[in-house]
């Protein structure tokens, strides 16, 4: 059984541009949770997935934007980057209903200068 | 709102002590309960859980019961390794979507 795994492992950017984080979901997963997590910090939740529909969000500007695919894969999205975006992005993956165990892949570290 | 509270850290143990980490929480409902722990350079794990009260989760020698009445689930392991030096993060879940609420984190370094 496979895994979550994220990609890249590591990023770099300058402020103003965009960047697309990858994750694919554990084998036998229709939900792909993102998480945002500052240095020193606990994880924030970014938004869910669910069967390709959005299916919550926390308090996130709209360029944060994601997507998932019919594989159950997704991507996050983040425009205009601005120097606090700068985190490690986890995606989680679970199989569904309100309280499923949340399966998390190894997270991209973004620097944004 | 829902929210977590663990205590900080570092907590710094020498090994095989006897570790405590605090946490409380408040939610509406009745909410599951979580510890997760991260290594250095990687993402969560699943350390625990508890999806009702005085239910106990234990795994690897760690062990948190879910008390109620104190909205309370402290971590505890009865004697540490070096190879237990992480960040523990407890979370839970209550009502709608599966979204995790997470505190900030309990840095643990445990030395020989």
């Known amino acids: 059984e496979t895994g979550v795994t994220q990609s890249p492992t590591h990023l770099i950017k300058t402020r103003g541009q965009q960047v697309t984080l990858r994750c694919s979901s554990q084998s036998g997963h229709n939900t792909v949770s993102w998480y945002q997590q500052a240095l020193g910090q606990g994880p924030q939740f970014i938004f869910q997935?669910?069967?390709?529909?959005?299916?919550g969000r926390g308090n996130f500007p709209p360029r944060f934007s994601g997507l998932q695919f019919p594989n159950y894969s997704s991507e996050l999205n983040v425009n205009a980057l601005e120097l606090d975006d700068s985190a490690l992005y986890l995606c989680a993956s679970s199989s569904g209903g309100t309280e499923e165990t949340q399966y998390f892949g190894p997270g991209t570290r973004l620097l944004v200068l | 709102g829902n929210s977590v509270t663990q205590m900080e850290g570092p907590v710094t143990l020498s090994e095989e002590a006897f570790l405590t980490i605090n946490c409380t929480y408040t939610?509406?409902?009745?909410?599951?309960l979580f510890w997760y722990v991260q290594y250095p350079g990687e993402g969560l794990q699943l350390l625990l859980k508890?999806?009702?009260?005085?239910d106990k989760g234990s795994n690897k020698g760690f062990e948190a019961t879910y008390r109620k009445e104190t909205t309370s689930f402290h971590l505890e392991k009865g004697s540490v390794q070096v190879s237990d030096s992480a960040v523990y993060f407890c979370a839970l879940v209550s009502g709608g979507y599966n979204k995790l609420i997470f505190g900030a984190g309990t840095r643990l370094a445990v030395h020989p």
């Open positions: 939610a509406t409902g009745y909410p599951s």
């Open positions: 997935y669910y069967r390709e529909e959005e299916n």
């Open positions: 508890a999806t009702k009260a005085d």
